[in-house]
């Protein structure tokens, strides 16, 4: 939760205190008043056919409709039905509109996300639909409006009775296409976390060198898994590429890349501030945010068709992100070509993740650099021009009115550069500079502006219906090409046996830089080349090796011609997924998958524990706490005490070694990119890096280790009591389920009524259980598997998923949190997609009528 808003809801606490104690005493009326009618009939005009909503134990629904307008109308109903607070909040925020709901705390907020300007760019990409795919965009919207138009208030949600007393005048409005094209935006953002790293290399720069800042930022190794080993473009293609390929390298300009980081480094922080700030709501960014997907052939599985599996790691929240559903044309036709099942967003059409009755798909995060900061000269004479290859060049300005709750309103004008929109000025205004030696023409102002292939007009929208129509592989691959922002590792598997693989996304090709550093923008000598084409794009189809395997690692080596990132994750999960695959070669199963996806080894403690053990400690008490590390498995069990032992010892370390080098911001945080560092460091026992500059002793690797060691059993005996025995990782280790937006008040009794959690896990950083923790702050889970999908191509129906906390977005509601049990155990609910399978699962049945 950012400040301001906890600063603006505790203005109300007292209130909330009292409109609790309101709540209680109104719980039959404001609580179930929202909930949604799941049986018997309900009449929309809108409708042109009967449609029918059949759902399982777990209020998971499937439709069945006669035409592809009723489904996905009835998409929008349902899906506004179980979560309109979540959709009405995600608009919100899309938009840069938070003030609207929550008053003047969230104006700065709301200023920072106008200049992004997702929503602007979504408004553009409504007329470039076909109407293919503009017709289920409007029928979808049709459906939540017609919802809306029944229901309000609390009747709505809860939430609405909360902000009733803060915003007494707030009305949902009427959803819009936008409104679901502008969450893309939102995803894409969250999913991008090149941008913080480079922003944290500038401000690095400042105070160490690039050969140091490089250690902090180590290479990917090149014993570390790649998802495509013996991928090359064709030939054919690369005589396509003509002089676009070229070896890449680093910045190289007149003005010093030490200096830009330490101009800007004001302007840097700010950036850096306000994009934490916004993690706070879309969720956090970074960390162990990605995801793990393999597939395997019918070689290599128990009923000789293949098998695929699917976890994404996204921020914890509540409700979750994911919606599951089915949508099923009863009878497929050109026209209604649907039946497919999975799990959506609240608010976007279609299914994202899943399968139709002939193909199954998953994705995970590519991490692809699709951002570059631009520093750009401003006119000292006149502020809205910039310089362009010697001249100055006027900025193009767009003029926003943010509205308050309350009816106050400020307007703002956001400035645009070729690269895209200036980000530094939102909250830190330009000043004038005066550095004589930087730069030839010695300019007093700059600003910095953000190109982002998500700031320019995308057709995510129709790739995602795409491939729920898609019944092949070569459907499949068509859809991919529209897969233009955040882009994903496509894993494929079909009935008929096949197996592939397909990286998309609009990449940006650069011949002068990697991508790393923010560059100077008053020349044309680092502008993006293009695109990569998608035909030069990584793919396999059924490789010999009967397996795919992607978890954010890199998708291919150092002999692709093009940059796709120089941040990839550090191949720790996928390390250990490739381990467990070869280790059982074949006979492949779900309880096979299962276990594989609960894999809780922790390859980082492989790495530092026999350290620890060789070294004296000098302390028989330390010595004997230390024995509990000797027989491990490296399993980071919730009843573990080596777990616990070893993760207090890395935070430790990570303390120890790094919190004397940087500013709190930039403290480890434990994940992937720190594991890696420490692992090469480790090797280096005299190290820089391993000296406490605030003490007069000169400290190495192991001085480090034994302090680390001894602060860790200091903290865990002062946690969870004397005896080591009885500590345990999940004492330590746990998930809370936040509400996105009120359940962050820090009101406790809102918070009570909002939240769930917490619930001791299993599971860490880099581990394929990714139940991931920021050591800056806590061992709470962070990041978590938001759901699990496990399907079987031989028989769909056979398939399983589980989601968190539930699919209810309505508190109190039986399916507000009921799959957090499921979840945490590692269990599954049976993800049935047949019409007969379905039936045989359902609880309640739901008949929306025409009139």
């Not at 996905?72 to 179980?82: E, P, R, W």
């Not at 009747?155 to 902000?163: A, R």
């Not at 290859?389 to 400035?415: F, H, P």
């Not at 396999?540 to 397996?547: A, D, I, K, L, V």
Request: glycine content about 6%; hydrophobic content about 40%; charged content about 20%.
């Amino acid at each position: 939760m950012i400040p301001q808003f906890r600063k603006g809801l505790q203005i109300f606490g007292a209130i909330a205190v009292i409109l609790t104690v309101t709540v209680t005493s109104l719980t039959l009326y404001w609580v179930t008043d929202s909930w949604p009618q799941q049986s018997g009939q309900i009449l929309l005009p809108q409708l042109s056919d009967r449609v029918e909503v059949r759902r399982d134990a777990y209020g998971i629904p499937h439709i069945y409709a006669s035409n592809s307008h009723d489904l996905f109308l009835a998409q929008g109903y349902i899906h506004a039905q179980d979560r309109f607070w979540q959709m009405d909040f995600w608009r919100h925020l899309g938009a840069g509109r938070l003030s609207e709901l929550f008053g003047e705390s969230q104006l700065k907020t709301d200023q920072f996300l106008r200049t992004l300007g997702w929503a602007r760019i979504a408004q553009q990409e409504i007329p470039t639909l076909p109407n293919e795919f503009l017709a289920p965009l409007t029928a979808y919207t049709e459906g939540v409006n017609a919802y809306l138009q029944e229901h309000h208030s609390t009747d709505l949600s809860l939430e609405y009775g909360i902000l009733k007393v803060m915003n007494p005048s707030y009305k949902p409005e009427p959803w819009q296409p936008e409104h679901t094209l502008t969450w893309a935006k939102v995803m894409a953002w969250d999913l991008g976390t090149n941008l913080d790293e480079e922003i944290e290399r500038a401000v690095l720069l400042q105070t160490y060198s690039p050969e140091q800042v490089n250690e902090l930022f180590p290479p990917y190794s090149n014993q570390a898994p790649v998802i495509l080993p013996d991928w090359k473009i064709a030939q054919k293609d690369s005589k396509l590429m003509g002089n676009q390929l070229g070896e890449i390298t680093s910045v190289e300009t007149e003005v010093p890349m030490e200096a830009i980081a330490e101009l800007l480094s004001p302007s840097f922080n700010s950036i850096s501030e306000q994009i934490s700030a916004l993690a706070s709501l879309t969720g956090p960014r970074g960390g162990e945010i990605g995801s793990n997907s393999w597939v395997v052939s019918g070689a290599k599985t128990s009923t000789g068709k293949p098998l695929l599996a699917n976890d994404p790691h996204l921020g914890i929240q509540m409700p979750s992100i994911w919606y599951e559903m089915g949508l099923h044309c009863t009878s497929k036709t050109a026209d209604c070509p649907y039946d497919v099942t999975g799990f959506s967003f609240a608010g976007m059409v279609g299914i994202i993740i899943g399968h139709s009755d002939r193909i199954a798909w998953g994705c995970t995060n590519v991490g692809a650099d699709t951002m570059d900061l631009y520093i750009e000269k401003i006119n000292p004479e006149n502020p809205n021009q910039y310089e362009v290859n010697g001249k100055w060049v006027d900025m193009e300005q767009v003029t926003e009115t943010i509205q308050m709750a309350g009816g106050k309103t400020e307007l703002q004008t956001v400035r645009y550069t070729r690269h895209g929109p200036l980000i530094s000025e939102t909250y830190s205004k330009l000043k004038p500079l005066l550095v004589p030696d930087l730069t030839r023409n010695n300019p007093d102002i700059y600003a910095i502006a953000l190109r982002w292939t998500g700031l320019e007009p995308a057709r995510l929208f129709t790739a995602i219906l795409q491939l729920n129509q898609a019944q092949n592989w070569q459907d499949f691959r068509k859809a991919a090409q529209d897969f233009d922002i955040a882009a994903q590792n496509l894993v494929y598997a079909d009935i008929d046996g096949n197996i592939g693989y397909q990286m998309p996304g609009k990449l940006p090709i650069r011949t002068k830089s990697d991508g790393r550093y923010p560059l100077p923008g008053w020349t044309d000598e680092h502008e993006w080349n293009g695109y990569i084409p998608f035909e030069q794009l990584p793919f396999t189809f059924n490789p010999p090796s009967g397996y795919i395997v992607t978890a954010n690692n890199a998708v291919v080596d150092e002999s692709y011609p093009y940059l796709i990132t120089k941040d990839w994750d550090y191949g720790f999960r996928a390390q250990r997924i490739l381990e467990l695959l070869n280790t059982k070669k074949t006979g492949f199963d779900f309880e096979s998958f299962r276990e594989m996806q609960g894999d809780n080894y922790n390859l980082n403690a492989q790495k530092l524990v026999p350290i620890l053990l060789n070294l004296p400690l000098g302390d028989s008490h330390l010595e004997r706490i230390r024995d509990l590390l000797k027989d491990w498995d490296f399993q980071m069990g919730e009843q573990s005490s080596a777990a616990a032992l070893f993760e207090s010892f890395w935070t430790q370390l990570l303390t120890a070694t790094f919190h004397d080098n940087f500013l709190a911001d930039f403290w480890p945080n434990g994940g992937q990119r720190w594991m890696k560092v420490m692992a090469d460091l480790v090797e280096r026992q005299e190290s820089f890096w391993w000296d406490n500059v605030l003490t007069p002793e000169v400290e190495n690797r192991n001085l480090i280790f034994q302090k680390a060691f001894s602060a860790a059993v200091a903290e865990l005996e002062n946690r969870l009591g004397k005896n080591p025995q009885g500590w345990e990782w999940g004492d330590l280790h746990q998930a809370t389920f936040r509400n996105q937006s009120l359940g962050q008040s820090g009101i406790a009794p809102i918070e009570a009524i909002f939240n769930r959690g917490g619930v001791a896990i299993a599971g860490g950083n880099a581990i394929v259980n990714a139940t991931a923790w920021n050591a800056r702050k806590s061992f709470e889970a962070t990041w978590i598997p938001s759901m699990r999908m496990i399907l079987d191509l031989s028989d769909l129906n056979a398939s399983v998923a589980v989601t968190s906390p539930g699919q209810s977005g309505h508190a109190f509601h039986r399916h507000y949190a009921d799959l957090i049990p499921l979840w945490r155990n590692l269990d599954y609910h049976p993800m049935v997609s047949s019409r007969p399978g379905v039936e045989a699962n359902t609880i309640d049945t739901l008949i929306l009528l025409p009139n």
